[in-house]
């Protein structure tokens, strides 16, 4: 009997010891490295901004996370994930014993795991530093790592890294994102009811989740709410105000990209800063960007992007019955054009004038159809669109838009690899003025007046004039005159801010700053360049300003709102532009094939590009009508009637002498 008392108490020993047996073995074991939540450094979300604060896009890897500090986050917070998942939390050493042996007893009656005991510490523990295996060994490094933890972290760093780290479903790590995705909140704008059904997401994300299971969600938060009132956390008109709250929840994309351009090219962006963390590194992007712009450009290039396709539908069907007549006549050498329209794209820039931020930029009509970038990367040539540049050097040379230009056909001779060519320019309405003003040769884009002024003025000394543009690869002969360099749509838009910014050009800008934390790591700064004197940008102003009211940019006109801007459409019809700005703001259009074959032929700046233009500025004018409509008038400027039309002058460019024109008409006569 002895025997049998002694074996019994000897078992039970045994069963009481065995426990802390197999803590102290795997204690000794294994090592423990608590480094990644000591160190806790976790991937975190980037976010776009645009100019107004509103978000356009997270980027973030595997895991989309935004991290907030102990210090941001509401204590009735605390208070509700303390009261649902570990009462105890401030008074137990990491583990709750108590609470271990009643969810033993439990489970042994009910002989199945029907309760569990895990401390928010043991919840950190097995999400960061465990596997999800259920294995006693698992659970007793649990109990260890959580024991170890508590000693080296307070009780606040470890209710700071739970909450940034835990998972509360919808694809959403941490509280912070959550209360963003969820609700659209920031956390200390969180109602109690919505605090309650966040705390209450970690124990089941997906079945608790709000988007999927609403009703589910809001009976888990009730438990929380009423929780707290058990407790006394909470009064009763508190208590009764959350448990009637329904609040609203938002079902987003985990990306929210609305503007995909801008997101692809501030990666580019981050990726010549030489930055390669930003789908990890937690940074806030402030761009320049005004989305409601950015949509109304969108819209914009598309609009003017089907008025061609309907145009082109009725080309083919021209096309078609020239080709039918041909051959009823017999003309077999009759080549009907092949108007193609599976290339036809285009981009539109927008920039605000006097700072060169970049309001709006799109790359395609559509970025789920092609996600290149034609309006940063694409080089295109812009044809009569670069003439501005050529007239501005003369207008600072003293010549006026009342300066008579010499608007006839000329052939010039020139070698190439060893062959004698030549090369017989024209205008594109086939034929020539003779005598032409300054203002009329740009107005209408003629070709030959360019040409021909190009030769007046000096290839060498043109050339030397047009550096301070800073517009590179400018060809070394006269077919600089019909823009045959390549650039993208944003360096035409950089360029044309001589004009539209006074005669000072400025750098482009499209990340406004870049902020890690509470560090500021990018800010943008103003670089400008002093092109010419105030005076004489205007003077081009008001020749771009005709170009749209009576010349080849009418299709760009806006009722109620002055512009300005020049047509372009290169050789064959291959590029059509349009670059023009109102009074604060510039914009710049291009359409083309992408493979660089021809449009159709009466597929030009004004009649594809212009529309875009037009449709932009349209809208803008609804979006903010209080926008500055009509260009100032600098002092310096004189301005004289002239057979009924305005014209202007300055110090610079004075009136022509009446007996100058003679002699320029009796020399071009005799």
Do not use: C
């Amino acid at each position: 009997m002895k025997i049998v008392k002694y074996l019994f108490l000897t078992l039970v020993m045994l069963g009481l010891l065995s426990p802390f047996g197999l803590v102290g073995y795997y204690l000794l074991k294994y090592d423990y490295d608590l480094s990644s939540l000591v160190d806790y450094k976790p991937e975190m979300t980037s976010r776009i901004y645009d100019k107004n604060g509103e978000k356009i896009a997270n980027i973030f890897d595997k895991k989309h996370r935004y991290y907030t500090p102990f210090d941001e986050i509401p204590p009735r917070i605390i208070e509700a994930l303390v009261a649902i998942e570990d009462t105890t939390f401030f008074e137990h050493p990491g583990v709750n014993i108590d609470a271990i042996f009643r969810a033993i007893i439990k489970d042994i009656k009910a002989r199945k795991m029907v309760e569990g005991a895990s401390t928010i510490t043991q919840q950190l523990v097995k999400n960061k530093l465990l596997t999800r295996e259920k294995k006693l060994s698992r659970k007793i490094k649990e109990l260890i790592y959580s024991i170890k933890l508590e000693q080296v972290l307070t009780k606040e760093q470890i209710l700071e890294r739970y909450l940034n780290e835990i998972y509360f479903g919808h694809g959403y790590y941490g509280i912070k994102t959550a209360a963003d995705g969820y609700f659209h909140k920031r956390l200390e704008d969180l109602t109690l009811k919505e605090m309650a059904i966040l705390v209450g997401l970690p124990k089941a994300p997906s079945t608790y989740a709000p988007t999927k299971n609403y009703e589910i969600s809001m009976g888990r938060a009730n438990r929380v709410v009423t929780r707290m009132h058990v407790l006394g956390w909470i009064d009763d008109a508190t208590f009764e105000k959350a448990l009637a709250e329904n609040p609203v929840v938002y079902d987003d994309t985990l990306t929210q990209n609305k503007a995909p351009f801008i997101v692809d090219e501030v990666a580019r962006r981050f990726k010549e800063m030489g930055i390669k963390d930003l789908k990890t590194g937690g940074y806030e992007i402030y761009t320049t960007i005004d989305l409601r712009l950015q949509e109304v450009a969108r819209d914009s290039l598309k609009y003017a992007y089907d008025e061609a396709l309907k145009r082109i539908e009725k080309y083919k069907i021209k096309e078609e019955e020239k080709y039918e007549k041909a051959l009823a006549e017999g003309d077999e050498e009759f080549q009907k054009q092949d108007v193609n329209v599976s290339q036809l794209n285009g981009a539109l820039v927008s920039l605000d004038s006097k700072t060169g931020d970049i309001l709006a930029l799109v790359g395609s009509v559509d970025y789920k159809k092609s996600s290149y970038n034609r309006a940063t990367q694409g080089k295109r040539q812009p044809g009569s669109a670069f003439k501005p540049f050529i007239y501005q050097v003369a207008i600072d040379l003293g010549y006026s838009g009342a300066t008579r230009l010499v608007d006839i056909a000329k052939t010039y001779e020139y070698e190439k690899d060893g062959e004698d060519m030549k090369w017989r320019p024209k205008n594109y309405e086939k034929n020539y003025k003779g005598l032409i003003t300054l203002r009329e040769a740009l107005i209408h884009s003629r070709n030959l007046a360019t040409i021909n002024l190009v030769n007046e003025i000096g290839l060498s000394q043109l050339l030397r004039k047009l550096k301070k543009f800073h517009i590179k690869n400018i060809p070394n002969d006269l077919s600089i005159s019909l823009g045959t360099m390549s650039m993208s749509p944003l360096e035409l838009a950089k360029y044309y801010t001589s004009f539209s910014n006074h005669g000072v050009q400025v750098e482009p800008h499209l990340i406004a700053s870049i902020d890690q934390g509470v560090n500021t790591l990018y800010e943008r700064e103003i670089v400008e360049h002093n092109i010419t004197l105030e005076t004489q940008a205007f003077i081009m102003t008001t020749i771009l300003r005709d170009v749209v009211n009576r010349g080849t940019g009418r299709r760009a006109r806006v009722q109620g709102l002055e512009v300005a801007g020049k047509t372009g459409t290169t050789n064959k019809n291959i590029d059509a532009w349009f670059a023009g700005y109102s009074p604060t703001i510039e914009t710049i259009v291009w359409f083309g094939n992408d493979n660089n074959t021809p449009m159709y032929h009466k597929e030009t700046g004004g009649r594809v590009s212009g529309p875009a233009f037009s449709q932009y500025y349209t809208k803008m004018l609804k979006l903010y009508p209080q926008i500055k409509r009509k260009f100032d008038v600098p002092k310096g400027i004189i301005e004289v009637d002239i057979n009924g039309r305005k014209e202007y002058f300055s110090d610079i460019s004075k009136p022509p002498r009446t007996e100058l024109e003679s002699d320029l008409e009796e020399e071009l006569l005799f």
